[in-house]
T-cell receptor, first 108, second 113 residues
Framework: KNEVEQSPQNLTAQEGEFITINCSYS?????LHWLQQHPGGGIVSLFM???GKKKHGRLIATINIQEKHSSLHITASHPRDSAVYIC??????????FGTGTSLTVIP | EAQVTQNPRYLITVTGKKLTVTCSQN?????MSWYRQDPGLGLRQIYY???????DKGDVPEGYKVSRKEKRNFPLILESPSPNQTSLYFC????????????FGSGTRLTVV
């Protein structure tokens, strides 16, 4: 079983700030996933990465395979970024393990 | 519109009364999976399916059954629900291959009394 830990658990930022959410996992993985869950519950898949870095708009995800660590960065944060961000790992057998999430609030 | 449809969105039932939560996707995805989400525990995988007639246990399969008779449908069956299965459930699907992300359903909030 892969232990997935996220930090911080809660994060409050001012609009415009650069935000970083961290994720670490305990065993080798096939892919690392970042999900976004808005109040009301719907889940959106943001990134799936197995190496390097991916960028989509103001969101950037990086992964360091050797250190078993991934980060999600949000540049120029906005109140609409307020959500819970969830990190998850999948292995070659398609088993999935998730962190407990980081609750982000961006204040105008 | 490409989507994963779960039904019902909300369900209150009594202990021991069999129920099925349906999940259907219209994207011809090979992979489908079920998760439950609980406060403090996060998302946990229940079952997944790589393709028709192929299903595997996830992290927390006890008390649940699934079937994959058709590519588009992946129902979650609780034969004898118990209060500890009160949770928010999500179905997801994915196209095969490393470059494709997951599409989640809107969730089913189940309460077992």
């Amino acid at each position: 079983k892969n232990e997935v830990e996220q930090s911080p658990q809660n994060l409050t930022a001012q609009e415009g700030e650069f935000i970083t959410i961290n994720c670490s996992y305990s065993v080798g993985i096939s892919a690392l996933h970042w999900l976004q869950q808005h109040p009301g519950g719907g889940i959106v898949s943001l990134f799936m990465l197995s190496s390097g870095k991916k960028k989509h708009g103001r969101l950037i995800a990086t992964i360091n395979i050797q250190e078993k660590h991934s980060s999600l960065h949000i540049t120029a944060s906005h109140p609409r970024d307020s959500a819970v961000y969830i990190c998850g790992s999948s292995n070659t057998g398609n088993q999935f393990y998730f962190g407990t999430g980081t609750s982000l609030t961006v204040i105008p | 519109e490409a989507q994963v449809t779960q039904n019902p969105r909300y369900l209150i039932t009594v202990t021991g009364k069999k129920l099925t939560v349906t999940c259907s996707q219209n994207m011809n995805h090979e992979y489908m999976s079920w998760y439950r989400q609980d406060p403090g525990l996060g998302l946990r995988q229940i079952y997944y399916s790589m393709n028709v007639e192929v299903t595997d246990k996830g992290d927390v399969p006890e008390g649940y059954k699934v079937s994959r008779k058709e590519k588009r449908n992946f129902p979650l069956i609780l034969e004898s629900p118990s209060p500890n299965q009160t949770s928010l459930y999500f179905c997801a699907s994915k196209r095969d291959g490393q470059n494709y992300g997951y599409t989640f359903g809107s969730g089913t909030r189940l309460t077992v009394v």
